[in-house]
């Protein structure tokens, strides 16, 4: 089974901050690598498929990129709804798998 | 727009089983591009990907989720727009919120669409 770490495991940035969080797979997953939003008490909401494709409707503050094993999600200016745990996921081969999650609190 | 509903019992004792409904509008179930899934979210936990089922009934389990393994199964009902998720012996390590999700295939595939999510706690 394919293993999926992210970095850092929480952040807190001030709003209109740059915030990059790392997704890192322990086999390589090509493009197969997709990134949700999951806000308290809410659904996961995907906001990047394929690695870099921003999924229609998300802001374009959202930011995907990264092949094979590495790959990072940024958001060039944190804004308060922001405020998530966010989920790199693989689907490269079964089964696939969510990442730890990294949780994004404003300052 | 595609829209997903889980309904089901939110609270059930040690040994009983589980059944969850997952009601979809907005599109067709029988959409080649699509697969019906679930996925669950142990208390303070990452998600967990359970299984999918294609609308011909072709369907796919997680085989890591070793807990799971012989007691879960999910079903599909095109006529009735749903799809279902059935585990037995549920015990408390089953609990947390349960996803129903749809998986686009778009060159790559990923859970597009996702209902809101059923808490379901096992309790006695």
């Known amino acids: 089974d394919i293993r999926v770490a992210q970095s850092p495991s929480s952040l807190s940035a001030s709003v209109g901050d740059r915030v990059t969080i790392t997704c890192r797979t322990s086999q390589g997953v090509m493009n197969y690598l997709h990134w949700y939003r999951q806000r308290p008490g809410k659904a996961p909401e995907v906001l990047i498929y394929g690695a870099s494709n921003l999924q229609s409707g998300v802001p374009s503050r959202f930011s995907g990129s990264g092949s094979g094993t590495d790959f990072t999600l940024t958001i060039t200016s944190l804004q308060l709804e922001d405020v998530a745990t966010y989920y790199c996921?693989?689907?490269?081969?079964?089964?696939?798998?969510f990442g730890p999650g990294t949780k994004v609190e404003v300052k | 727009q595609l829209q997903l509903l889980e309904s089901g019992p939110g609270l059930l004792q040690p040994s009983e089983t589980l059944s969850l409904t997952c009601s979809v509008s907005g599109d067709s179930m029988k959409n080649s591009k699509s697969y019906w899934g679930w996925i669950r979210q142990p208390p303070g936990k990452e998600l967990e990907w359970i299984g999918d089922m294609f609308f011909s009934g072709s369907v796919r389990y997680n085989p890591a989720l070793m807990s799971l393994s012989g007691r879960v199964t999910i079903s599909i009902d095109t006529s009735r727009n749903q799809f279902f998720l059935r585990v037995t012996s549920m015990t408390v390590e089953d609990s947390g919120f349960y996803f129903c999700a749809r998986r686009l295939i778009r060159g790559v595939s990923y859970f597009d669409s996702w209902g809101q999510g059923t808490q379901v706690t096992v309790s006695s």
């Open positions: 996921q693989h689907t490269h081969s079964i089964p696939w798998t």
